[in-house]
């Protein structure tokens, strides 16, 4: 009998693997055979795991998700000025998504293709992304900047630009960290104070 700490081991094993294979040949290439030969490991584990490569690729983005937003909440100084916390966080995601450009794009691109076991996994990791962002904002520098917060269809729209802007570079052969100044004064814009803004009559 496998213990918990070595069944553990597998599945992030497993998931490494399909990350490894992602960026190799990308998802829709890659078989199970595929995961198991880079996790170095068996399909009978594979099966004691995952019911099949989708429930394998949606385990790996949650837990690429999630550490993506422990990684940007732990870097944003809530005492400094409210655009120093935005270039932080930004730095943030954008390092997060250098180290692994091809989940990023997979993320982006595959997931839709999953149906509606895709679209339940972008809402939820949509509301999770939503949830750090109101978060942070909920710092007094961002208090005195957005009283009321940043709303979810404010986050959502912020959210979304990045995405696709990091995805577009790396599709087209750049670094993602191409994009850190237009997407920190992009960010800066979209969440300035309402009353800053001088729209033409």
């Not at 497993?14 to 996790?39: K, P």
């Not at 962002?133 to 009321?148: K, M």
């Not at 995805?167 to 104070?193: F, K, M, Q, S, W």
Request: charged fraction near 25%; glycine fraction near 6%; charge should be neutral.
């Amino acid at each position: 009998m496998t213990t918990p700490q070595l069944q553990q081991t597998f599945r992030r094993r497993l998931l490494d693997g399909l990350a490894e294979s992602i960026v190799a040949v990308g998802y829709r290439e890659t078989t199970v055979a595929d995961i198991v030969r880079r996790a170095r490991t068996s399909r009978r584990t594979f099966y004691e795991h995952f019911a099949g490569k989708e429930e394998c690729f949606v385990a790996l983005l949650r837990d690429a998700n999630a550490e993506m937003i422990t990684q940007i909440s732990a870097a944003v100084d809530p005492s400094t000025r409210w655009v120093t916390q935005v270039r932080q966080a930004i730095g943030a995601w954008i390092a997060c998504a250098e180290s692994q450009p091809g989940i990023v794009v997979s993320w982006i691109r595959d997931v839709p293709a999953l149906g509606a076991s895709g679209r339940d996994l972008q809402r939820e990791m949509m509301a999770a992304f939503i949830r750090m962002v109101q978060t942070l904002s909920e710092a007094d520098e961002w208090r005195a900047v957005r009283p009321e917060g940043v709303s979810r269809q404010l986050a959502i729209l912020m959210l979304g630009g990045l995405r696709e802007l990091i995805a577009t570079t790396v599709e087209e052969g750049g670094r993602a960290g191409d994009i850190t100044e237009v997407a920190v004064n992009a960010t800066i814009a979209l969440l300035a104070p309402p009353e800053s803004l001088s729209l033409p009559s």
